[in-house]
């Protein structure tokens, strides 16, 4: 998470407004170890990584994943790193059937 919070200091200007409360204090907490990040910290991520991070749910309406929320849109889009969102602010890593499954960049 250290470069995450490297991220958001970094790109303070475009950042700062969307977080809540103090922006300082925030960076500080995303520094402690065991902290679990958010849609905030997917967004920096994918920054650090760059790579586009794309957000799956469950859609209950047609039994399939939908995508939900896309980050880091300017990189290359051949190999997103691709989460699945469960709600209540956790996410999982996903990986799609018939994708090779080479070195994580998580």
């Known amino acids: 998470m250290f470069q995450v919070a490297d991220e958001f200091l970094k790109r303070r200007e475009e950042t700062e407004w969307f977080i809540e409360g103090d ?3 925030y960076v500080c907490q995303m520094r ?3 902290v679990w990040g ?9 920054h650090v990584l760059q ?10 309406d047609s039994g399939g994943l939908i995508s ?3 980050y880091g849109q300017e990189y290359d889009k051949r ?3 691709r989460v699945l969102y469960h709600g209540f602010g956790h996410y999982d890593a996903l990986q799609f059937p018939g ?4 070195k994580s960049r998580l």
């Open 79 to 81: 190999d997103p790193v």
């Open 99 to 102: 994708n090779k499954i080479g």
């Open 23 to 25: 922006f300082d204090a």
């Open 32 to 34: 402690k170890p065991h």
């Open 51 to 60: 790579v586009p991070i794309t957000v799956y749910m469950l859609d209950e």
């Open 68 to 70: 939900v929320a896309e």
């Open 38 to 46: 958010g849609e905030p910290e997917l967004l920096m991520a994918s």
